[in-house]
């Protein structure tokens, strides 16, 4: 069973940047696919972004491309999410997740294992 923990959440000023951590318990198979998503309140959960463990190749929502960025650490069994130039409306609780995806579509597939999630609040 693969766990999952994410950190790095918080309380910051818009405009601020935020690095979340996904630190998996193994990044082990050669497909695993590690997919950030994000609720916010009275919202559906939408897919931020991924990364393959194994290729490297990433995804992103198309509207975060260019102020976030994902990249993984295999050695830590970590997956982090840059988080740069924050919105009141990236407000959420970010969550972590991990399946046998691809990255093509991953943003909207179905994950087996996930976080418990960290909040991020972007207010003044």
């Known amino acids: 069973q693969l766990q999952l923990v994410e950190s790095g959440g918080g309380l910051v000023q818009p405009g601020t940047s935020l690095r979340l951590s996904c630190a998996a318990s193994?990044?082990?198979?050669?497909?695993?696919?590690i997919a950030w998503f994000r609720q916010a309140p009275g919202k559906e959960r939408e897919g931020v972004s991924c990364?393959?463990?194994?290729?490297?190749?990433?995804n992103y929502a198309d509207s975060l491309k260019g102020r976030f960025t994902i990249s993984k650490d295999n050695a830590k069994n970590t997956v982090y999410l840059q988080m740069n130039s924050l919105k009141p409306e990236d407000t959420a609780i970010y969550y972590c997740?991990?399946?046998?995806?691809?990255?093509?579509?991953?943003?909207?597939?179905?994950?087996?294992?996930w976080g418990q999630g960290t909040q991020v609040t972007v207010s003044s």
């Open positions: 990364i393959n463990t194994s290729s490297g190749n990433t």
């Open positions: 997740a991990a399946g046998l995806v691809v990255v093509s579509s991953c943003l909207t597939r179905r994950y087996a294992y």
């Open positions: 193994a990044l082990t198979g050669p497909y695993y696919t």
